[in-house]
């Protein structure tokens, strides 16, 4: 296998836990142990993605060695490289958890090429200080997932870290799928996922929370030295500085999630990261039925917090937790509250310019935001598929009527034979301001179609087209992660060859486990 460049950045510039046994406890000033990843009895190799593989310096071939199996599984360890996880706290559904950190997750190192650094993380390899009752291990269900989604968010244009490989432990692993007491043995697994680094809100409320000023100083100069070099204030302002650009990088994430119906699931600070990337892949989900109050997470099913509708004031909770850990940095409250007090009417801006495109909207109009809540109240009427929604909504033409735009669009619904009588009629009445809205615009039909087509993608990644993959590797198939890697690379393209992916979840997907709702287990 080529060489990789590894440099110990993160390493030189923190804190290490001085002490070096790999056991369960709190660790105190300290911003990661180091921690060797648990060896996999027979890895295999199921799936690596070949531009990652290029842009870390590798060749397409190295994925074929045994080298490769080897580091990126943890059987073996680069040499002169120390693995490490990362030592973080947050606040889970609302409440403060205390110390957290990688309880399933160990750093292999910070890759420099071309000018570029990335630090590769392996997601089930083995407990760590971090792992509390946890054994640190992952289950081929969940890193199929992550595995998945992961690129699938990238090829959507969404900020996210990225999977290099996914690998079989040919362990097997215990877990209660559904935290009711029916624990089973799964196929164990490995995924190697990539990111600028894996630091979170989190990262910086363990210091805080512990009034471990020096550490928490530390890390806030790495992080702006270097990630945000444009930052040449000194004193408090360097960080109300670099707290305003994660919240810039935050609301901008929000959007993009909210664009493509994402839900994440499990938006606890912990799993906000500082760089305004999507991480930490669970119980996630694609909105289907266009549902507000949607959450794919059964430990979020009571309250619905973490709901498609919540995520961007969620977003701005999390940021003011954010605040509270930078505070004693900045020494003033006022700053902070202007950075945060500006977060609703930006994303508001932000939310409404998103919306215009996916309307295919150029020019802009006061009524415009009403249009957007007309749109978003007639699609909650009646069961509507939002992502075959807004693309079949491309296709109608300025010189439709009503009428003929709802016989355009009736596909989405998953019972179009109720959209009859007070529901047909809003229905309707949506059309047509819609249809008005487009008359003033100067674009063709075809035009705005494509504009269109940019921005409301044709395929996501569906649990239910998941839950097959997961099934078929199961029984040692993994044709079906080749084959939705493949189609998600060009989620805006057409793909003719794919259109039985373009389709609303099928009946028997409905409630199934998986598919549905998901729990956190891994």
């Not at 030295?225 to 650009?245: Q, V, W």
């Not at 917090?305 to 919540?310: E, V």
């Not at 063709?444 to 409301?456: C, F, K, P, Q």
Request: proline residues 5%; glycine residues 6%.
């Amino acid at each position: 296998m080529k060489k990789l460049h590894f440099i110990p950045r993160f390493q030189k510039a923190l804190t290490p836990d001085p002490e070096t046994a790999n056991f369960v406890r709190q660790v105190p000033q300290a911003h990661y142990s180091f921690v060797r990843p648990s060896v996999p009895s027979q890895p295999y190799l199921i799936h690596a993605v070949p531009e990652v593989v290029a842009f870390l310096g590798l060749e397409r071939d190295d994925v074929n060695t045994s080298d490769f199996l080897h580091y990126f599984s943890g059987k073996e360890i680069y040499r002169d490289t120390q693995p490490f996880a990362m030592n973080y706290a947050g606040h889970q559904f609302g409440n403060w958890a205390g110390q957290l950190g990688d309880g399933r997750a160990i750093v292999l190192g910070e890759v420099e090429h071309k000018n570029q650094i990335w630090t590769l993380q392996l997601k089930g390899a083995g407990q760590t200080p971090y792992s509390r009752r946890g054994d640190g291990l992952a289950v081929l269900r969940s890193s199929i997932r992550e595995y998945l989604c992961a690129e699938a968010m990238h090829h959507l244009g969404i900020p996210t870290s990225r999977s290099l490989s996914l690998i079989g432990t040919g362990d097997e692993v215990l877990r209660d799928m559904l935290y009711d007491g029916n624990a089973d043995y799964e196929k164990g697994a490995v995924v190697c996922r990539v990111a600028p680094t894996f630091i979170r809100f989190g990262s910086f409320e363990v210091h805080a929370a512990r009034q471990e000023f020096e550490q928490l100083q530390q890390l806030a100069d790495f992080v702006i030295k270097e990630y945000h070099p444009e930052i040449t204030l000194e004193g408090p302002e360097k960080y109300t500085a670099f707290f305003k650009t994660v919240c810039e990088q935050t609301l901008q994430l929000m959007v993009e999630w909210q664009r493509v119906g994402f839900v994440h699931g499990v938006m606890n600070t912990d799993n906000m990261s500082i760089h305004g990337i999507t991480i930490d892949y669970g119980p996630y989900g694609w909105l289907e039925d266009f549902n507000l109050n949607w959450t794919p997470n059964t430990t979020d099913s009571q309250h619905h917090r973490y709901a498609y509708g919540n995520q961007p004031d969620v977003a701005l909770w999390n940021l003011i937790q954010l605040a509270n850990a930078l505070y004693p940095l900045i020494g003033a409250v006022e700053p902070l509250e202007a950075v945060l007090n500006a977060y609703g009417r930006l994303f508001d801006a932000a939310f409404l310019r998103m919306n215009r495109n996916k309307l295919g909207l150029e020019l802009e109009q006061d009524s415009d935001e009403a249009l957007v809540h007309e749109v978003m109240t007639v699609l909650e009427r009646i069961e509507t598929d939002y992502t075959i929604f807004f693309r079949l909504l491309s296709h109608l033409k300025k010189n439709d009527s009503p009428e003929a735009a709802l016989t355009k669009v009736k596909d989405a619904l998953y019972s179009p034979s109720q959209c009859t009588g007070a529901v047909e009629t809003a229905w309707l009445e949506m059309l047509q301001h819609y249809l008005q809205r487009l008359s003033i615009e100067s674009q063709s039909d075809a035009e705005r179609a494509e504009a269109m087509n940019r921005v409301n993608p044709k395929y996501v990644l569906r649990n239910y087209m998941t839950q097959l993959a997961i099934e078929a590797a199961n029984q040692d198939d993994f044709s079906l992660v080749q084959e939705l890697h493949e189609l998600l690379k060009h989620p805006y393209d057409e793909q003719p060859e794919q259109d039985k992916w373009f389709a609303k979840r099928p009946d028997w997907a409905r409630t199934k486990v998986g598919c549905s709702m998901l729990s956190c287990s891994s």
